[in-house]
């Protein structure tokens, strides 16, 4: 599975973006999906997470209320909407599929990863 992670720039606070994670070369719809972010000089972590038929997602504490996560399998594709974005929004966003149809969000259960795409919050 080769993931690609799109629709980052740059944004004012208060602003919205969507990110899209495609896959190619093979399906993910048996699998859950999360989102991670890193900023600089921060460890990656967890940002939103849907499992394989989009009936349950969760979020970090830090987005809840203004992310949310979804998912088109017909497209294999998985989105992120970002709305209300804060300075602190500000990092590198990855995509993720995990090994199993649902996740907990640890990285350590993740067995693709796309490359991530920039977002970046002015204040």
């Known amino acids: 599975v080769q993931l690609q992670a799109s629709g980052g720039g740059l944004v004012q606070a208060g602003g919205s973006l969507r990110l899209s994670c495609a896959a190619s070369?093979?399906?993910?719809?048996?699998?859950?999906v999360a989102w991670f972010r890193q900023a600089p000089g921060k460890e990656r972590e967890f940002v939103a997470s849907i499992n394989w038929r989009g009936s349950n997602t969760n979020f970090a504490d830090s987005v809840k209320g203004r992310f949310t996560v979804s998912r088109d399998n017909a497209k294999n594709t998985v989105y992120l909407q970002m709305n209300s974005l804060k300075p602190e929004d500000t990092a590198v966003y990855y995509c993720?599929?995990?090994?199993?149809?649902?996740?907990?969000?640890?990285?350590?259960?993740?067995?693709?990863w796309g490359k991530g795409t920039q977002v970046t919050v002015s204040s």
């Open positions: 070369r093979r399906t993910f719809s048996n699998n859950a």
């Open positions: 993720a599929v995990d090994k199993s149809s649902v996740t907990g969000g640890s990285p350590s259960t993740m067995i693709y």
